[in-house]
């Protein structure tokens, strides 16, 4: 088997490379290098085995293209590549647009157009639902809580994108839901929730999970945006490999499906909560200041993995504590890398 793993130097990328390289299977990474850790990233998978690199950018049509002409065998294409950051989507659209849209009908059009016919995975986003605005929420002391969705929100929530972020990702969600109804190609759309774990070299706008420990380690200063309340379902990175693993092993299932993946509500942990968890390593107390709410920012979300579970018999493995200390430690085992 053949993975082809676009965006494959960056966090998800490179562990997936990973898992698929202790499989036996051979792997094909396009990467533009451009994230912070990418370099690091492939030069420790390269240290594992040899693979290939291609270096090109997925709002090149035609070096895409080239690079699935060369690899006709290839069996699984992972599309990871994206612009990640709300943030950074506020500032530069239009960036943001081509690298997320564009790049994604990019990557369906070359896969079409070779003729291959190989599983898609494409990484979208709890962001596609938007605020969630219309759903009831509590506030608690400290957390938020839904009032009525006991097991999260589910795939058929209306969509309703907030941000350039969200709209560049949901017209790419979009487009891979129906390039496996219009031309048949054997799509699964993933809609995460927030991902962390090994080889996450998270900053302030994205990676909240992992900026905050690094952040933590290195003396930054730590900025809660909001009230702190704010509540997340947190998958660590191993488990959600398993659920590509899952769509991949069922395809004859999963394909031209939309699965949302994440903790769950077993895994749900806001800022608050988090904070306390690595004051309890830490053994002390951390200083850090308040700031306003960002653009689109939900103040609850917590996936509904129902679907997952029922249907490729999916769950998460690892649980937020358990995650968090492993995250921790590896971060503290390799402090050199964010220095």
């Not at 612009?83 to 960036?95: G, I, K």
């Amino acid at each position: 088997m053949k993975w082809f793993i676009t965006g494959g130097a960056g966090f998800i990328g490179s562990n997936t490379a990973k898992r698929c390289i202790e499989n036996g299977y051979d792997v094909v990474i396009f990467d533009n290098l451009s994230r912070a850790g990418s370099v690091s990233n492939l030069k420790w998978l390269e240290s594992i085995k040899k693979i290939e690199f291609i270096e090109g950018d997925v709002r090149d049509y035609d070096a895409l293209k080239s690079a699935l002409s060369k690899h006709k065998d290839v069996s699984v294409v992972l599309h990871l590549a994206a612009q990640v950051a709300v943030t950074t989507s506020v500032v530069n659209p239009r960036e943001d647009f081509e690298i997320n849209a564009v790049g994604t009908f990019n990557l369906l059009e070359a896969v079409r157009e070779t003729g291959i016919d190989p599983a898609i995975l494409y990484a979208s986003t709890n962001k596609v639902y938007g605020s969630l605005e219309n759903i009831p929420v509590k506030e608690g002391n400290r957390r938020y809580d839904f009032a009525d969705l006991k097991s999260g929100v589910p795939e058929s929530q209306n969509l309703d994108f907030h941000s350039p972020y969200g709209c560049s990702k949901g017209c790419a969600d979009q487009y891979i839901i129906d390039y496996a109804r219009i031309y048949g190609l054997k799509t699964v759309n993933f809609r995460q929730s927030c991902i962390y774990g090994y080889r996450q070299f998270g900053v302030e706008d994205q990676g909240w999970v992992a900026w905050f420990i690094i952040a933590t380690l290195t003396g930054k200063p730590i900025t809660v945006y909001g009230n702190g309340k704010q509540v997340r379902d947190v998958l660590f990175v191993d488990d959600l490999i398993d659920g590509y693993f899952s769509a991949i092993n069922n395809i004859s299932i999963s394909a031209g499906k939309t699965y949302n993946i994440g903790g769950g509500p077993g895994n749900s942990i806001s800022l608050i909560e988090f904070i306390e968890i690595l004051e309890k390593f830490m053994g002390k107390k951390l200083q850090y200041t308040y700031s306003d709410w960002r653009p689109g920012d939900q103040p609850i979300f917590i996936c509904d993995i129902t679907r997952l579970n029922n249907e490729l018999g999916w769950s998460p493995r690892t649980s937020v504590n358990k995650g968090i200390e492993f995250l921790y430690n590896w971060v503290k085992d390799n402090l050199s890398l964010f220095k």
